[in-house]
């Protein structure tokens, strides 16, 4: 005995309250705040880093007229004619650790005050 589906019954109808029902369940709205939030959240932390904390790391203690980490984040090193910018990395990883703890205090304070 064959049992064959015509076209028809492999065809999905939209239907809107199941539609609605997967999102919820999958908590969709929530995931697509989440992501909105953590894109501003990234830009107020980088804003923060680039206009308060690097300039204290790119200061001009010397008075050459040149910041004195430049040497750091101009470094390179070539191999075979390839060219790393090894500096621009550890001024990233620099960035990404002083992001980091200043999540991690945000967190740890809004923590803190959930507690009280």
Do not use: C, Q, W
Request: charge should be neutral; avoid cysteine.
């Amino acid at each position: 005995m064959s049992v064959s589906k015509s076209r028809d019954e492999y065809d999905i109808p939209f239907n809107f309250v199941h539609f609605m029902k997967f999102l919820k369940d999958n908590n969709i709205l929530a995931t697509a705040i989440a992501a909105i939030l953590s894109d501003r959240i990234n830009e107020i932390t980088t804003t923060f880093v680039d206009y308060m904390i690097m300039p204290i790391i790119n200061r001009d203690g010397d008075k050459d007229g040149e910041k004195d980490i430049k040497k750091l984040e101009d470094a390179t090193f070539s191999v075979y004619g390839m060219e790393f910018h090894v500096g621009k990395v550890i001024m990233a990883l620099i960035k990404f650790v002083i992001i980091t703890y200043i999540i991690f205090l945000i967190a740890k304070s809004i923590k803190k005050i959930g507690e009280l």
